[in-house]
């Protein structure tokens, strides 16, 4: 009796560690890797550079605390300001005249969710950097809101808000590449090594 | 049906859900006070608060503002005696005043929250709400005589 008492405590004890073995989460990598590839990294990164520094990515990653608006990337008329959360200032709020979604017509506000600029403690500028300064820039998380190359990817790829560029409503130019073409140089970025490209490159 | 909650009372409106939020106040609800000036969300005449937040009522669909609180200008006070109302009666800000309910209801947002404005917060503030007029500077000192009768205890 003792001995199938035993026998029975072990077998569950067995099942569980199984059990718990594969309910374990599977870690996936989502940043594929590549052979390091320096000029092929930083070719990507240009391709890249390219779209951030459109005016539909650029215009709410200003230099300044006052975001951008047209395609000349004028100063946003209002006097609209960043304000501590991105989201502006008092009676001047981002959602007071953004909606959800793009307002139908020429010069009406473009809309999402989530408009807004990056907050006042993690302003990260695209304006005025140079393809090296932005490259280090979203790759240092103290930087680009605590992102794992990983998540700098699912941003890039998935975010409704940078989605947005791409479906800027009436009388707003496109990025320069499509989405998907846009996602897949970040991750070749990425996987053939993050390279940031030189000081002197444009 | 859709319903709104303007000023305490609760409306059923039969109102397409893409409609302004401005028709719906001023031709279904009749409140006029909050008027029409671009009808791009550019000069702030059509300032109304949803949830505290001053929204501009001509780019706001009604679907956004179902169930939400909605207050104008009629309702700011009780008695038109909001400290804004009282200090803009006083200096006599308006002009023509047109743009004027909305630009009481920004200015009833800022005092809301920085009950002691300097110049530079009132210009953050307020730089959405376009007079033609041009009372920017009564405007502006009525909202510091609002904020002293603020601090000094009148009714909000």
Not at chain 1, 6 to 27: D, H, Q, R, Y
Not at chain 1, 35 to 40: H, I, M, Q
Not at chain 2, 35 to 51: F, P, R, S
């Amino acid at each position: 009796m003792k001995k199938l008492a035993a026998i029975t405590v072990i077998l569950l004890i067995g099942s569980a560690i199984i059990l718990s073995f594969k309910t374990e989460t599977a870690k996936v990598n989502t940043t594929a890797t590549l052979p390091k590839d320096s000029v092929g990294s930083v070719k990507a990164f240009i391709s890249v550079y390219k779209v951030l520094m459109s005016a539909r990515c650029m215009n709410c990653h200003p230099s300044g605390d006052v975001p951008l608006q047209g395609d000349d990337s004028h100063l946003h008329t209002m006097n609209v300001k960043r304000g501590a959360d991105g989201h502006g200032m008092y009676s001047v709020r981002c959602s007071n005249c953004h909606q959800a979604e793009n307002t139908r017509g020429l010069h009406m506000p473009p809309g999402n969710p989530k408009w807004g600029l990056p907050p006042a403690n993690m302003r990260m500028v695209f304006q005025g950097r140079t393809p090296r300064e932005l490259a280090l820039q979203l790759l240092d998380p103290k930087q680009n809101g605590g992102r794992t190359k990983a998540q700098l990817i699912d941003h890039m790829a998935n975010d409704a808000l940078v989605g947005w560029a791409w479906h800027p409503g009436d009388g707003r130019t496109l990025p320069p590449l499509t989405r998907p073409a846009f996602a897949a140089q970040v991750r070749a970025w990425i996987a053939k090594g993050a390279y940031a490209p030189g000081a002197d490159a444009k | 049906m859709i319903t709104l909650n303007v000023n305490g009372q609760r409306h059923n409106v039969d109102a397409d859900p893409n409609m302004p939020l401005l028709w719906a106040i001023r031709d279904i609800l009749g409140l006029t006070g909050t008027k029409y000036g671009c009808g791009a969300a550019q000069c702030g005449a059509c300032t109304v608060h949803l949830n505290g937040e001053a929204v501009r009522s001509c780019v706001t669909k009604v679907s956004r503002a179902a169930g939400q609180q909605i207050v104008t200008i009629e309702g700011l006070s009780v008695a038109n005696d909001h400290p804004l109302q009282l200090a803009w009666n006083e200096l006599n800000v308006p002009q023509c005043g047109y743009c004027q309910s909305g630009q009481l209801m920004s200015a009833a947002v800022l005092l809301r929250e920085n009950p002691n404005p300097t110049d530079q917060d009132i210009d953050d503030a307020m730089s959405g709400n376009i007079c033609r007029c041009g009372t920017y500077q009564r405007v502006r000192a009525a909202i510091h005589k609002a904020a002293a009768m603020q601090r000094e205890g009148a009714k909000i």
